[in-house]
């Protein structure tokens, strides 16, 4: 079964813009996990964040946690083409395994 | 690029067959896990083995099973192969292992097909 739940499925921006991708949950998490994957490839890790957190950056990643909504979103500015893929969120709460949901796939144009 | 090979990259087998994929963690990695990810789905957790140990399984039938080395390098075995085990496998390796998370290092992941 799969907890985590990405919206929207799929998204296509202009190079330059903005993307946010969500990410829904069903049971508390001890935390939340952010991974892309380019072409049906390797999922490379992005970022982590705690339950106990609600903010983090990386370069141009932004990702907010609300624990009170059992959300998450996912943010990229001034996206490239490079940035084009599939991205996962993950959760873990507990003694359950990682649990991904299915993904958003986002295409960025150029 | 992470330090997770995974071989081989693509194998196609018939249905009742069994099938062996390898996995080399990244240097320092003891934990491995292995997931399934089906066409237009996310990764689903079949198990994870820390120092060759298994650490949690996933709902996937004991036909799944798996080994890890003392080198902490693992694989993955299916015996009695079906249609619906067509999918990429993945494997990844960490520093720590369940119930504690932090980030998966993924390999690039063995397409099997069944026909």
């Known amino acids: 079964s799969q907890q985590g739940e990405e919206d929207p499925q799929a998204l296509s921006i202009q190079e330059g813009e903005n993307a946010t991708m969500n990410c829904s949950y069903k049971t508390s998490i001890n935390n939340l996990q952010w991974y892309r994957q380019n072409s049906g490839r390797g999922l490379v890790h992005l970022i982590l964040i705690r339950s106990n957190e609600r903010e983090k950056h990386s370069g141009r990643l932004r990702v907010t946690l609300d624990t009170s909504k059992k959300s998450s979103s996912l943010l990229i500015t001034a996206s490239r083409a490079a940035d084009t893929a599939s991205y996962f969120c993950a959760t873990d709460s507990g003694n359950t395994p990682l649990v991904f949901g299915k993904g958003t796939r986002l295409s960025v144009i150029a | 690029e992470t330090g997770v090979t995974q071989s081989p990259t693509h194998l196609i087998k018939t249905r009742g067959q069994q099938v062996t994929l390898r996995c080399s963690s990244q240097?320092?990695?003891?934990?491995v896990s292995w997931y399934q990810q089906a066409l237009g789905q996310g990764p689903q957790f079949i198990f994870q083995?820390?120092?060759?140990?298994?650490?949690g399984r996933g709902n996937f039938p004991p036909r799944f099973s798996g080994l890890q080395f003392p080198n902490y390098s693992s694989e993955l075995n299916v015996n009695a192969l079906e249609l619906d085990d067509s999918a990429l496998y993945l494997c990844?390796?960490?520093?720590?292992?369940?119930?504690?998370?932090?980030?998966?290092?993924f390999g690039p992941g063995t397409r099997l097909t069944v026909l």
């Open positions: 083995y820390y120092r060759e140990e298994e650490n």
């Open positions: 240097s320092g990695h003891n934990t």
């Open positions: 990844a390796s960490s520093t720590h292992r369940a119930p504690s998370y932090n980030e998966q290092f």
